[in-house]
């Protein structure tokens, strides 16, 4: 009964996550954090590079070097956060950090990592 409970728990956050994302490429990337770093981060390519891991929870659970990169992402766009001037980037980039964290949650759940890697997400 509990697997059961943490199941569904895990579908849901799947079910947020997804909704999340149609949210996130659906709000254009923010011009003032286009180009210049911030806090010695490229936002461009820190928002590329935490999607590609978040869509990778969507499909199932990832690899452990995926997991690795997811992780450090969510952290990285923590520490950025507090750099972000414009109100406007710093709601974005929380949506990010929001959206990465909510995938590590999934990741580390019972119900996830029972299931081992998903389809595409074999370690090389």
Not at 69 to 96: F, K, M, N, S, W
Request: hydrophobic share 35%; with cysteine; charged share 30%.
């Amino acid at each position: 009964m509990l697997e059961e409970t943490e199941q569904e728990e895990t579908a849901q956050r799947r079910d947020t996550l997804s909704r999340m994302m149609a949210q996130h490429m659906a709000t254009p990337f923010p011009p003032d954090v286009r180009g210049p770093d911030i806090a010695g981060e490229d936002m461009v390519l820190l928002d590329a590079n935490a999607y590609g891991y978040i869509s990778g929870v969507r499909e199932g659970p990832l690899d452990e070097r995926r997991r690795t990169g997811l992780t450090r992402v969510a952290a990285t766009i923590t520490e950025v956060l507090p750099a972000i001037d414009d109100e406007r980037a710093a709601e974005y980039c929380t949506h990010l950090r929001d959206m990465a964290v909510l995938a590590v949650e999934i990741e580390t759940s019972p119900a996830s990592v029972d299931r081992g890697p998903g389809p595409g997400c074999r370690s090389r």
